[in-house]
């Protein structure tokens, strides 16, 4: 099964990317003057939302989202995640449950999308293998 290839490139005037079709076909995409911020969760969850549509019909598209912000399914799940430490966090009363929850999805990540949630933990200055009373601030 061939891939589509991502690369970064220069060659057309206000696009950051070069997307080669498995059939050699070259689509540009990107802004260079915004840059990528896959590290932060909600910008990742932005930009899919706002390109829902583009990711659903484009694969030549779909192929740059995932190069250059990540893969769907990790900014769903460190979206959640970050919402559970923001809870948590903010509720000195949380539950074992909320923890435990929490624990169980850091694991995930951590297991599923090794770089991806390093990037995430040294972007919030937290240490991935911490505890979520850590993580927290809450005991």
Known sequence: M???????????KGKSHAVISPDGHIDYYGDPNLGQHP????RAK???ARHK??????LS????AVATW???????KVNKFDKLLTDI???????NNEKFNA???KDELQTKFPDEFKKYCKFKKINPRAEIENMTGNK
């Open 103 to 105: 624990d169980l999805l």
């Open 39 to 42: 590290e932060d969760p909600k």
């Open 2 to 12: 061939k891939r589509y290839k991502v690369i970064p490139t220069n060659k057309k």
């Open 53 to 58: 549509k583009n990711i659903a019909h484009n």
């Open 46 to 48: 932005a930009f899919y």
């Open 89 to 95: 966090a903010g509720n000195k009363y949380a539950t």
């Open 61 to 64: 598209f779909k192929a740059f």
């Open 70 to 76: 990540g893969d769907p399914e990790y900014v769903e």
